[in-house]
C-alpha cells in the first residue's frame, strides 16, 4: 500500500507471535447485532457524544450508529478523532475541499477562532489543498500538498511546534523548521511529522520519551526522531508512537506499560526500539495503549492492553470480570484476517470489510454501537452496509467511533 496519506484510512496491521506460542483457538462465527439503512449515504458515529462529539446535534450518547449532520460518505476522504476522554473528544474530517470539525472546544481545537464547542461540523477556516488531517488529545494538524504542516488548539507541552508553551490557539498557523512533510500525525499531547527524506520529526511533551529523541524533556519546536530512516508510514497512540520502516518493519518508542511497544517489556523507551517478529508489515494503526497492524498476506496482529479483549483472543469465558492479558509482543487475531480499514479507540476496536463493520472491546458508553454498553470480548457485526463504507475511525482516548 502506498505510504501517501491522501489514501483513505491507513490499513494498520499488527504482527507477531503468541509471546506463549499458543494458537489461537477456533472462533464463533460473528452473529449481525444491527443492521443500518443501506440507503443512507451520510457519515455515521455512535458512543460517547457528551461534547458533540456524535455531530448530530446532540450532546447525548448514541448507542447505535446515528447520522453525522450534513456530512456524507462520498464527500470524506478522512476522519480523525481526538481528544484524552470522552469529556473532550472533538474531531476532524477531511472532505474534497475543506475540513470539517466538532465537538469539544475548550482549547481552540476545532480551529474556528472560538472556543465553543460545537455539536455539528463547522468548516476550519485557513486550510486549503489539505491531503491529511491528525486530532490529538486538544490540539490538530492539517498537511497541504506543498508538505507544510499547521496547527491550532492546546500548547501546554509546546505541541504545536511553535517554540511556545503553556498556552492554546484558536486558528491554524504553519509549523516552522521542517523540510517537506508528507505525512502527520498526534497524540494525546505530542505531535509527529514524517518526511519525504523518510526521516521523521516529534514535538510536545516527552515525559514517557514519546518524541523519541533519547530525552524526557518538552520540546516546542520539531526535532528529530533518533534512528529512524527510510520511513513509509507513522502513527501516534496516546503517549507511544508506531513507524513502518521501507523494510516492511515496525519501530516504537515512548509509554510502554501495557506493552505497547511490543518488544516483550513494559519500560518504556526515549528512543525507537524494534517490535518483536513481525515483518512485511503493510499497514500499521496505533490506539490510546494498544496496536494494531496488517501484514502483506492480510493477516492482522495486536499487542498491548488486552483488558476488555482489545486483541480478540479466544476465552472460554466472557464473562464481564475475566482478568485477560495485556501482551507485550504481537499476537495474531485470526477472526479480523481480509479486513479493509481498522482503527484503534481508547479501549475498543473497529475493522471494516468490503461489507461489512465489527467492534469489540470496552463499550461503556455505547461506542460498540449494538444497542448495549456491555463490554464484547469477541468482534460482533453492527453495520451491514450495501453503500460501501471506505474507511472507520475511534476517538484517540475516548469512546466515540465513526464509519465513513
Given at each position: 500500500m502506498s505510504p501517501c496519506l491522501s489514501r483513505i484510512p491507513r490499513l494498520r496491521t499488527l504482527a507477531a507471535v503468541l509471546v506463549t506460542g499458543a494458537a489461537l483457538a477456533a472462533v464463533p462465527a460473528l452473529a449481525p447485532v444491527a443492521a443500518a439503512d443501506e440507503g443512507n449515504p451520510t457519515v455515521l458515529a455512535w458512543g460517547a457524544g457528551r461534547t458533540g462529539q456524535l455531530g448530530n446535534g446532540t450532546m447525548t450518547d448514541s448507542l447505535s450508529p446515528a447520522s453525522v449532520t450534513s456530512l456524507f460518505r462520498g464527500d470524506v476522504?478522512?476522519?480523525?478523532?481526538?481528544?484524552?476522554?470522552?469529556?473532550?473528544?472533538?474531531?476532524?474530517?477531511?472532505?474534497?475541499?475543506?475540513?470539517?470539525?466538532?465537538?469539544?472546544?475548550?482549547?481552540?481545537?476545532?480551529?474556528?477562532?472560538?472556543?465553543?464547542?460545537?455539536?455539528?461540523?463547522?468548516?476550519?477556516?485557513?486550510?486549503?489543498?489539505?491531503?491529511?488531517?491528525?486530532?490529538?488529545?486538544?490540539?490538530?494538524?492539517?498537511?497541504?500538498?506543498?508538505?507544510?504542516?499547521?496547527?491550532?488548539?492546546?500548547?501546554?507541552?509546546?505541541?504545536?511546534?511553535?517554540?511556545?508553551?503553556?498556552?492554546?490557539?484558536?486558528?491554524?498557523?504553519?509549523?516552522?523548521?521542517?523540510?517537506?512533510?508528507?505525512?502527520?500525525?498526534?497524540?494525546?499531547?505530542?505531535?509527529?511529522?514524517?518526511?519525504?527524506?523518510?526521516?521523521?520529526?516529534?514535538?510536545?511533551?516527552?515525559?514517557?520519551?514519546?518524541?523519541?529523541?533519547?530525552?524526557?524533556?518538552?520540546?516546542?519546536?520539531?526535532?528529530?526522531?533518533?534512528?529512524?530512516?527510510?520511513?513509509?508510514?507513522?502513527?501516534?497512540?496516546?503517549?507511544?508512537?508506531?513507524?513502518?520502516?521501507?523494510?516492511?518493519?515496525?519501530?516504537?518508542?515512548?509509554?510502554?506499560?501495557?506493552?505497547?511497544?511490543?518488544?516483550?517489556?513494559?519500560?518504556?523507551a526515549v528512543l525507537p526500539v524494534d517490535v518483536d517478529w513481525l515483518e512485511d508489515v503493510s499497514d500499521i494503526e496505533a490506539g490510546a495503549n494498544h496496536n494494531y497492524v496488517i501484514t502483506s498476506d492480510s493477516k492482522v496482529w495486536g499487542w498491548g492492553n488486552n483488558q476488555y479483549g482489545q486483541l480478540l483472543e479466544s476465552d472460554e469465558a466472557y464473562d464481564y470480570n475475566v482478568s485477560r492479558t495485556n501482551r507485550t509482543a504481537p499476537v495474531e487475531i485470526p477472526r479480523l484476517e481480509g479486513i479493509q480499514h481498522i482503527a484503534a479507540g481508547a479501549r475498543h476496536g473497529v475493522a471494516v470489510t468490503a461489507d461489512d463493520v465489527f467492534t469489540w472491546g470496552h463499550n461503556g458508553e455505547g461506542q460498540l454501537g449494538n444497542g448495549t454498553t456491555v463490554s464484547r470480548y469477541e468482534s460482533v457485526k453492527i453495520l451491514n452496509e450495501g453503500s460501501a463504507i471506505k474507511g472507520v475511525a475511534a476517538s484517540l482516548g475516548g469512546n466515540t467511533t465513526y464509519a465513513y
Amino acid at each position: 500500500m502506498s505510504p501517501c496519506l491522501s489514501r483513505i484510512p491507513r490499513l494498520r496491521t499488527l504482527a507477531a507471535v503468541l509471546v506463549t506460542g499458543a494458537a489461537l483457538a477456533a472462533v464463533p462465527a460473528l452473529a449481525p447485532v444491527a443492521a443500518a439503512d443501506e440507503g443512507n449515504p451520510t457519515v455515521l458515529a455512535w458512543g460517547a457524544g457528551r461534547t458533540g462529539q456524535l455531530g448530530n446535534g446532540t450532546m447525548t450518547d448514541s448507542l447505535s450508529p446515528a447520522s453525522v449532520t450534513s456530512l456524507f460518505r462520498g464527500d470524506v476522504d478522512q476522519i480523525s478523532a481526538g481528544g484524552a476522554s470522552s469529556s473532550d473528544s472533538f474531531v476532524l474530517a477531511r472532505t474534497h475541499k475543506t475540513v470539517k470539525s466538532w465537538g469539544n472546544n475548550s482549547f481552540g481545537q476545532l480551529g474556528n477562532g472560538g472556543s465553543t464547542s460545537q455539536a455539528v461540523p463547522t468548516t476550519v477556516p485557513r486550510l486549503t489543498d489539505i491531503k491529511d488531517i491528525a486530532a490529538g488529545g486538544g490540539h490538530g494538524l492539517a498537511l497541504n500538498t506543498s508538505g507544510q504542516v499547521f496547527s491550532w488548539g492546546d500548547n501546554s507541552y509546546g505541541q504545536l511546534g511553535n517554540n511556545r508553551t503553556g498556552d492554546y490557539r484558536t486558528v491554524p498557523d504553519r509549523v516552522q523548521g521542517m523540510p517537506k512533510v508528507k505525512q502527520i500525525s498526534a497524540g494525546c499531547d505530542f505531535s509527529l511529522a514524517l518526511l519525504e527524506s523518510g526521516r521523521v520529526y516529534a514535538w510536545g511533551r516527552g515525559v514517557y520519551g514519546q518524541l523519541g529523541n533519547g530525552s524526557r524533556a518538552v520540546s516546542s519546536v520539531p526535532r528529530q526522531v533518533e534512528g529512524l530512516d527510510n520511513i513509509t508510514e507513522i502513527d501516534a497512540g496516546c503517549h507511544h508512537a508506531l513507524a513502518l520502516t521501507a523494510e516492511n518493519k515496525v519501530k516504537s518508542w515512548g509509554y510502554n506499560l501495557y506493552g505497547q511497544l511490543g518488544n516483550s517489556s513494559t519500560k518504556s523507551a526515549v528512543l525507537p526500539v524494534d517490535v518483536d517478529w513481525l515483518e512485511d508489515v503493510s499497514d500499521i494503526e496505533a490506539g490510546a495503549n494498544h496496536n494494531y497492524v496488517i501484514t502483506s498476506d492480510s493477516k492482522v496482529w495486536g499487542w498491548g492492553n488486552n483488558q476488555y479483549g482489545q486483541l480478540l483472543e479466544s476465552d472460554e469465558a466472557y464473562d464481564y470480570n475475566v482478568s485477560r492479558t495485556n501482551r507485550t509482543a504481537p499476537v495474531e487475531i485470526p477472526r479480523l484476517e481480509g479486513i479493509q480499514h481498522i482503527a484503534a479507540g481508547a479501549r475498543h476496536g473497529v475493522a471494516v470489510t468490503a461489507d461489512d463493520v465489527f467492534t469489540w472491546g470496552h463499550n461503556g458508553e455505547g461506542q460498540l454501537g449494538n444497542g448495549t454498553t456491555v463490554s464484547r470480548y469477541e468482534s460482533v457485526k453492527i453495520l451491514n452496509e450495501g453503500s460501501a463504507i471506505k474507511g472507520v475511525a475511534a476517538s484517540l482516548g475516548g469512546n466515540t467511533t465513526y464509519a465513513y
